[in-house]
Each structure stands twice: as C-alpha cells, then as structure tokens.
C-alpha cells in the first residue's frame, strides 16, 4: 500500500514546490491579539447602549406615572376589603392610601403623630387638625409658617407645601390624620380640596396661623359669590 501523503511530502522535500499553504493554515487559525493602546469603540457597543437608554426612557416614561402614589403599586395597593374590589378603583380606601401618603409627613410628624417637642407640631390631638377643613388644604397646598401654639407648646417653624400631590392624594392623607391615633373627625372630599386649590390659585407664599384665622370659608366664599351674581341689593 502506497500512503499518498507521504509520497507528497517526500516529493515536495525533494525538489517540488512546498505547499506554502498547508504550511500556513495553523497560523492562520489563530486570532490576532488584542493590543493594548487607544482603539476606537466597537460601533455595535455604541449603537447598543442607545438602544438600552431609549428603551430604558421609553419603558420609565410609559410605565412610571410620574411615580403618583396612588398609581405607583396600583389602586390594589389602598384597596380594603375583598379580593372583588381590587380591580376597581372606586373603592379606593382614603384611610389605607392617606397612611401611604403620610409616609412623607412622619418624616417630620412621626409615624405615631406625636411630632417632635418644639419643632414640628404633633397633628394626634391638634385642634387645627380636627377643625376647619378648609384650612387644612390651604396648609398642604401653600405650607405654613411664623409661630404657633399647640398642647401649650410654641412652635415657629416651616411646614412646606405638597402642591405637587394631586388632590385626591391631599384629601386622603388629611383624611388618615383626621380618623387616626385619637382624632375622630370625618374625612376631607377630593372636592373640597380641589376648592380650595382654585380659589388659591394666586397665591404662592406659606400661610399664617393669623391669615388663616380670618381666612374666608370656601363654602362662605362660593355662597358670597353666587349671592353678588343675584343681585347687590341682597348684601345689605
Ligand atoms: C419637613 C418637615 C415637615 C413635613 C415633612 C410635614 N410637616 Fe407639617 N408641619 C411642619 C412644621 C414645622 C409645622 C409648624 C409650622 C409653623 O410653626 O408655623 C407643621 C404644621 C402642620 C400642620 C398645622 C398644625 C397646626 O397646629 O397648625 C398640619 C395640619 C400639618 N403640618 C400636616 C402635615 C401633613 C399632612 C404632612 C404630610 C403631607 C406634613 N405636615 C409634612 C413640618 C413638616
């Protein structure tokens, strides 16, 4: 038997052409090293990472709702109740979304609503809680600030204003302060806030303890302008 192969090789070792191919093919299998220095970024790396930002900024874009609390984990997250109600949100429970929206105020209030001895008032017990709740709005819509008395207590600080929450979020969480610890007054309306947020609209500084003594009611208000519409001579 005659191993062609190695007839070839003793043929080229002899006198014929060396096969510079076959000789080559091992180094040409290799891949060449990477070099250590500046090279440019591979297009495909640049494309794909704006590919993962755009996506990224559409994905928060579309499915954030601007982070609202109420929208966040879903109306599911302050329904009470049967497992029925969770998928409408009518029956959104005001005192399980307000103690979600308190999460901003107990940084300063405290969880237990007793705040902090001369520096932010408590709202368990405050009468300013349990009163006009007019007034309560005007103080999440603008904050409040100058002295103030509560239990005795002097305090003079600034509340700062949560105009950016929506009105139905500003109802519940006057709502869950009003029905918690040992307050039991009734809940505030949506309504009512959104009220107050109209007729303030102008308005951009804190309030005052005194401005909001003498603050008109909005009921007042809206009973003053429907009777000036009527006619002047029955504001005498
Ligand atoms: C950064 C701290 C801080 C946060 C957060 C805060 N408050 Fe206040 N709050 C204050 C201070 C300080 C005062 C007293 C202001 C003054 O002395 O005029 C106040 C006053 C109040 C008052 C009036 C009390 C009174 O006796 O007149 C109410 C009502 C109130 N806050 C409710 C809330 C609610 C509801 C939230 C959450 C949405 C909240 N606060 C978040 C600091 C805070």
Redesign the pocket.
Known sequence: MIDSNKLDRHEQRHGTEPDVEEMHEIVGREKTEPQEGSQAVPTEMIVAAFVLLLFGGWYLGTYSADFAVDRYDGPAAFVGGSADNVKSPSVIDPMLMGKR??N??A???QASGQGVVG???P?DG?P??NGREDN?AR??LHG?????E?DGQR??????K?SKLDDRSLAA??TY?RGSWSNGSPPVSESLVTAVREATSGRSAAWT?AELETAQTIEAKAADEASEKSTEAMQD
């Open positions: 929206v308190f901003y105020c940084a300063c209030h520096q932010f008032p709202l405050n300013v809680v309560l103080i999440l409040l600030s100058g002295p103030i509560v305090y003079n600080g600034q509340m700062p949560w969480v006057l302060v303890a």
